[in-house]
């Protein structure tokens, strides 16, 4: 299966901590399929993910980039002694496999997401340099990781305003992928800071992505993720293959009931 030359895709990968590594089977189930992204848009752990891709790494070579730099250390948050780091870990790494600080220098057509606590506004970037710092500071939760200072201002997570970045892609495409991690769930039990957080995050990202997903032609959510917490980093590969696997179910059956977008 592959989509017709002549039609525009755009991805948007949502933000949800650890869950958001499915969004890198979700992109493998896509690069199988034929199916070449023309614009992509990120918040938070979609933005990470999303930046590495539009640079030119594919989905084998992104796991295999999280194995070599041991993604457990990648964040690292003590709920103890108040949260609140930073993500210079995060940082560094994409600045080792991303040469340039420019998004006019990616592969592909990359926006980002943040939120202005000044303004109290949403911020969606896809030009000019501070590539990696915008990265940085769509990825950056609230109570769990510093805020990040930019151009004046002080930023923090996308997901708050805008955690599934549909609206980013600026409705030129013909068709929108959405690739979203977090579920409307009821939780049963709230203990200890750790799991406040959580829940107040996954609230806020619930809120404003029901919205956007109205925009999807098609919105991948898969269901066994409900299992995972925003912060089970050591499971990654575990979260990736749930992603794939429901991508790949998903996009058969999305190409299936439209088969003008397929080539002939």
């Not at 650890?18 to 979609?46: C, N, P, Q, R, Y």
């Not at 057509?109 to 943040?114: I, P």
């Not at 939780?187 to 619930?206: F, M, N, Q």
């Not at 919205?211 to 050591?234: G, R």
């Amino acid at each position: 299966m592959n989509r017709k030359q002549d039609s525009k895709i755009g991805l948007a990968l949502g933000g949800g901590g650890a869950k958001g590594f499915a969004h890198i089977g979700v992109l493998k189930a896509i690069d199988e399929a034929g199916i070449g992204v023309d614009k992509l848009a990120g918040t938070s752990m979609g933005a990470i993910i999303g930046v590495l891709y539009c640079a030119g790494f594919g989905a084998d070579e992104i796991v295999a980039m999280l194995h070599k730099e041991k993604i457990w250390t990648w964040f690292k948050i003590d709920f103890r002694n108040g949260g609140l780091v930073n993500l210079n870990g995060v940082k560094k790494r994409l600045e080792k496999y991303i040469q340039h600080d420019r998004f006019d220098l990616l592969q592909k057509r990359f926006f980002v997401t943040a939120t202005n606590l000044n303004t109290g506004r949403v911020k969606v970037t896809g030009e000019g340099d501070q590539l990696i710092d915008w990265v940085i500071a769509s990825a950056s939760i609230p109570v769990a990781f510093a805020p990040v200072h930019l151009n004046g201002s002080v930023f923090v997570d996308g997901g708050l305003f805008m955690n599934l970045p549909v609206e980013a892609l600026n409705f030129d495409c013909d068709v929108v992928i959405g690739s979203n991690v977090i579920g409307d769930q009821k939780v049963d039990s709230i203990h200890g800071s750790r799991d406040i957080a959580e829940r107040v995050i996954d609230l806020c990202a619930i809120q404003n992505q029901r919205n956007s997903k109205v925009y999807c032609d098609l919105c991948i959510e898969p269901l066994e993720l409900e299992q995972y917490s925003i912060w089970d980093f050591d499971k990654f590969e575990e979260i990736v293959a749930i992603g794939y696997q429901a991508a790949k179910k998903d996009l058969d059956l999305f190409f299936q009931r439209n088969p003008s977008l397929n080539d002939e």
